[in-house]
């Protein structure tokens, strides 16, 4: 199973960015799937989540700011960043939890794509 992260860049304060992820690989289902982000020196936090049922989950920070959304027939999940801030920097990672081949209730990780905030 692998999950490929697209579409971290740098961008201006008050700007925006999406970010996307694709899995890929024998599974059955995703469960859910996830965004995390960590910036240097720091804990690796949760961004926001959203489950096979629609469900939205969003860190206090980011609410208003940010949408997750997930592209179903694709196994897609996408993050939709508004307002943009310099705290907002950091390396930002996927996670999907998914039932396959090799087992149910697994989490996998995508890569980091960086996300640099600043003028």
């Known amino acids: 199973v692998q999950l490929q992260a697209s579409g971290g860049g740098l961008v201006q304060p008050g700007g925006s960015l999406r970010l996307s992820c694709a899995v890929s690989g024998p599974i059955y289902e995703i469960n859910s799937m996830a965004w995390y982000r960590q910036a240097p020196g720091k804990q690796r936090e949760l961004v926001a989540t959203i489950t096979r049922g629609g469900t939205t989950n969003y860190a206090d920070s980011v609410k208003e700011r940010f949408i997750i959304s997930r592209a179903s027939a694709k196994n897609e999940v996408n993050l939709q960043m508004n307002s943009l801030q310099p705290e907002d920097t950091s390396l930002y990672y996927c996670?999907?939890?998914?039932?396959?081949?090799?087992?149910?209730?697994?989490?996998?990780w995508g890569e980091g794509t960086q996300v640099t905030v600043s003028s």
């Open positions: 996670k999907a939890n998914v039932n396959g081949d090799i087992g149910y209730g697994l989490d996998f």
